[in-house]
């Protein structure tokens, strides 16, 4: 049974930081590309972050500079390093695996509580 954990989220002053994690299991996670997703309430759920098979990362612009995603195959792990947090960075934050070349994500975790107070 494959089963998406995060982990990390809590309640931080703006300005401070934060690091998520979201551990995999069930199978093993190196080939596909590991996903940061979260959702405000009343708003869309939005990408923040993505780190592919090989490294390759991408971030949402409104992110950039102060996120850092990363993983650890041999863990079948993902992180994200969050600094500089702002109250818009309030959200439940999810992680979502697929692979790479395809569109759906084939999984999703439980989701972890960021809070950033003014």
């Known amino acids: 049974q494959v089963q998406l954990v995060e982990s990390g989220g809590g309640l931080v002053q703006a300005g401070g930081s934060l690091r998520l994690s979201c551990a995999a299991s069930?199978?093993?996670?190196?080939?596909?590309?590991m996903t940061w997703f979260r959702q405000a309430p009343g708003k869309e759920r939005e990408l923040v972050a993505a780190?592919?098979?090989?490294?390759?990362?991408n971030y949402a612009d409104s992110v950039k500079g102060r996120f850092t995603i990363s993983r650890d195959n041999a863990k079948n792990t993902v992180y994200m390093q969050m600094t500089n947090l702002k109250p818009e960075d309030t959200a439940v934050y999810y992680c979502a695996v697929r692979l790479l070349g395809q569109s759906e994500y084939d999984y999703w975790g439980q989701g972890t509580q960021v809070t950033v107070s003014s």
């Open positions: 069930g199978r093993t996670f190196s080939r596909y590309v």
């Open positions: 780190i592919s098979s090989g490294g390759t990362t």
